[in-house]
């Protein structure tokens, strides 16, 4: 399911998959990668569910615009220059 987990005023898109029956169980947080939470994602989730995780992919990238992926120059100038926080 799609979640949003609020940062100071940022809302950080996140998807989460809960292994059945439901219960206390272990916990992973999947980060993505530059390009952000696509299905891919949210696979490794749901298979990490199904393995009895509960899994939250969360899309640490969501702070502004994605580069373009095609250009991986540009991608790696888009890291260097997120801010820490």
């Not at 799609?2 to 809302?11: A, F, I």
């Not at 989730?45 to 969360?58: E, H, I, K, P």
């Amino acid at each position: 399911m799609r979640v949003e987990l609020p940062s100071g005023s940022d809302r950080i898109d996140g998807w989460l998959e809960l292994p059945q029956p439901g219960g206390t169980h272990p916990g992973v947080v999947v980060i993505p990668d530059v390009r952000g939470l696509y299905d891919h994602y949210r696979d490794v989730a749901r298979r990490l569910a199904d393995a009895g995780f509960a899994a939250l992919a969360v899309n640490l990238y969501a702070r502004g615009e994605s580069p373009d992926t095609s250009d991986m120059q540009q991608v790696f100038r888009f890291m260097r220059e997120l801010p820490d926080r």
